[in-house]
Nanobody
Framework: QVQLLESGGGSVQAGGSLRLSCTAS????????VGWYRQAPGKERMGVAT???????TYGDSVKGRFTVSKDNGNNTLVLQMDSLKPEDTAMYYC???????????????????WGQGTQVTVSA
């Protein structure tokens, strides 16, 4: 019953910024583990950032210091602010959610049960 919808992708030059938003069904952002994953052609779907229901944030190593994830429980949204973008950030970005009972967010994409359709981010050199 969880629904997720990403928006905000596009094409930018290296060093630029994009803001991705994920609109979720009611209460999902509040009580689920939510996060962003990305997948480039021919590569594994990798974690970008996750937030658990207690607010603990985990970033992928490659985006630390450049990306900021946040959530707005009242508006049922998850946001990824991406700054200092690099060509290697080019990928399809997915919003994901999973209900975890008293635990931290999953690490692997395969452990998330709910996904949006993705939004493309392309960064030119």
């Amino acid at each position: 019953q969880v629904q997720l919808l990403e928006s905000g992708g596009g094409s930018v030059q290296a060093g630029g910024s994009l803001r991705l938003s994920c609109t979720a069904s009611e209460h999902t952002v509040d009580i689920y583990c939510v996060g962003w994953y990305r997948q480039a052609p021919g590569k594994e779907r990798m974690g970008v950032a996750t937030i658990d229901s207690a607010g603990k944030i985990t970033y992928g190593d490659s985006v630390k210091g450049r990306f900021t994830v946040s959530k707005d429980n009242g508006n049922n949204t998850l946001v990824l602010q991406m700054d200092s973008l690099k060509p290697e950030d080019t990928a399809m970005y997915y919003c994901a959610a999973e209900y975890i009972h008293g635990g931290t967010c999953p690490y692997f994409a395969s452990n998330f049960g709910f996904w949006g359709q993705g939004t493309q981010v392309t960064v030119s050199a």
